[in-house]
């Protein structure tokens, strides 16, 4: 759920000083929006970009973007790809509505590395990027869901629990199936509707359900045109983090003794 509210403004640049230094906005622990707590922001989190621009204003710039005139005949232009800073590494994520927080300044030497990684940095086309949910457990395995909705939910609910691995509900619905159709073809064709309407309005809980079934806690939301776009992000600012697609981490061989 998006937070709307104007966000606090940030630390102003000490009195006196005449030369406009580079500055991106901070978050702090003070005060974070329902949208930055729920996609897992964190303290220390540095706003760079907006809509693959980079972004050097205040606060008060930041709420402007984000409350410039709707088209009031479509709700296209009510999204917003941002872009932080974590770590020496960058990631992604689409809003629908303010980032709300309090801010501070980052200055100096930090500020001009962010720049110059910044100019080094590619987007995909803007539209493809979409929320990703990752989910981690404590010894660093990983996944992660897309959050925009698929259709072969709807079609063959089997298939997509199959592309999944959600196998007790695909080895439930399998056994429905199986008895209705076995009874009665007019009591399967309903039963199957039923079903694939269940599943298109459920699929982000089944995939959340799985995922806290199989001991891992949500993470973070990263956007990315594609999974595995989101997966490097993840690694990037979490090198120990680790995905099926990816090799677990290198285990240092023991020092052997001279002799």
């Known amino acids: 759920m998006m937070d709307d509210t104007p966000q606090d403004a940030p630390d102003q640049a000490p009195a006196g000083e005449q030369e406009v230094t580079l500055h991106f906005l901070r978050l702090t622990k003070n005060y974070m929006g329902r949208a930055a707590r729920a996609k897992r922001l964190r303290e220390n989190d540095v706003l760079v970009a907006i809509n693959g621009d980079m972004f050097t204003g205040d ?3 930041l709420g402007a973007i984000f409350s410039m005139d709707q088209d009031e005949d479509s709700d296209d232009h009510r999204r917003w790809l941002l872009t932080f800073w974590r770590n020496g590494a960058f990631f992604h994520q689409v809003y629908g509505g303010a980032l709300v ?11 001009h590395e962010i720049r110059d990684a910044f100019g080094k940095l590619t987007y995909a086309p803007l539209d493809t990027y979409e929320n990703h949910e990752i989910f981690r457990a404590q010894d660093g395995r990983a ?19 199959l592309n999944h691995r959600l196998f007790y509900p695909m080895l439930a619905i399998s056994i429905i199936y199986a008895l209705t159709f076995l009874t009665s073809l007019l009591l399967f064709i309903p039963t199957y509707v039923l079903v694939s309407i269940y599943t298109k309005k459920a699929q982000l809980d089944l995939l959340r359900s799985f995922q806290l079934f199989k001991d891992r806690q949500y993470w973070a939301t990263i956007a990315a045109p594609n999974e595995i ?4 992000q993840a690694i990037g600012i979490d090198s120990e ?14 020092a052997k003794r001279a002799g």
């Open 101 to 111: 927080g309090h801010f501070e300044y980052e200055t100096g030497d930090k500020a």
């Open 241 to 254: 983090i680790r995905f099926n697609s990816t090799p677990p981490p290198k285990k240092k061989k023991p």
């Open 143 to 161: 996944a992660l869901h897309s959050l925009k909705p698929d259709e072969l939910a709807t079609i063959v609910p089997l298939l997509w629990m």
């Open 59 to 61: 606060s008060n710039d």
């Open 229 to 232: 776009d989101a997966q490097m």
